[in-house]
């Protein structure tokens, strides 16, 4: 069974600092990976996806995200954050088998301070 | 082009009622998702459709939850004899089946009193 675990429901990092929100997830077989957004009080958007390629992964608004297979990890990074990425994201692992079925993470709220 | 609608955005009941709620998907989006989000909650995963088909229905809460998809278009996810738990956010997402990035809709938020 698939499974996602993002560490961490809580995030703050200063303006201008480095953003790293961690994701790990199982899969039985090659999965596909996404980071999804949710600005307050408006509906998810994906941010990044990984399916197959390239393991580092580079989204909107400046993240980018790295599949490690042997880590079995997928975080998220921006090497500068900005008020307006204060949101909720979350992780989601996709079976590329049969179906897509998706399993998102609880999600980490991202606060940004000033 | 449109993306996902959901109605109502909205819906205030009373415990015991039903409710139900609607989904149309992006025209020509073969798989269709509905979730819950609780809040200060993730999201949890209800069901799925392949087509009018729901591959796994492992995720409905209980057996007051039903969910059907009609011309592989609008789906309904029905929930009968409402109770105050049920109250969250209602979220539907479309996707085309070869890509499996899916375009979530608004929501509709139900609150049960």
């Known amino acids: 069974a698939q499974s996602v675990t993002q560490l961490g429901s809580h995030v703050s990092v200063s303006e201008g600092a480095l953003v790293l929100l961690r994701c790990n997830y199982s899969?039985?077989?090659?999965?596909?990976l996404f980071w999804y957004v949710q600005y307050p009080n408006q509906g998810l958007q994906l941010l990044l996806k990984?399916?197959?390629?390239?393991?580092l992964v580079k989204g909107i608004n400046g993240f980018e995200a790295e599949f490690k297979k042997s880590e079995t990890s997928f975080h998220l990074t921006k090497p500068s954050a900005h008020m307006s990425d204060a949101a909720e994201y979350f992780c989601a692992v996709s079976d590329r088998g049969g179906g897509f079925k998706t399993i998102f993470g609880a999600g980490t709220r991202l606060f940004v301070k000033a | 082009g449109a993306g996902v609608s959901q109605s109502p955005s909205n819906k205030v009941t009373e415990k015991g009622k039903d409710v139900e709620l609607r989904c149309d998907p992006i025209?020509?989006?073969?798989?269709l998702y509905w979730y819950r989000q609780s809040l200060g909650q993730g999201l949890e995963f209800l069901i799925y459709?392949?087509?009018?088909?729901?591959?796994?229905k492992s995720g409905l809460p209980s057996d007051r939850f039903s969910a059907e998809r009609t011309g592989e278009s609008v789906s309904t996810l029905t929930i009968q004899r409402t109770q105050q738990e049920d109250s969250a956010v209602y979220l539907c997402?479309?996707?085309?089946?070869?890509?499996?990035?899916?375009?979530f809709g608004p929501g509709t938020r139900l609150l049960v009193l």
């Open positions: 997402a479309s996707s085309l089946e070869v890509e499996a990035t899916q375009y």
């Open positions: 990984y399916t197959t390629g390239a393991t």
């Open positions: 025209s020509g989006h073969t798989a």
């Open positions: 899969s039985s077989v090659p999965p596909y």
């Open positions: 459709f392949q087509g009018n088909s729901a591959p796994d």
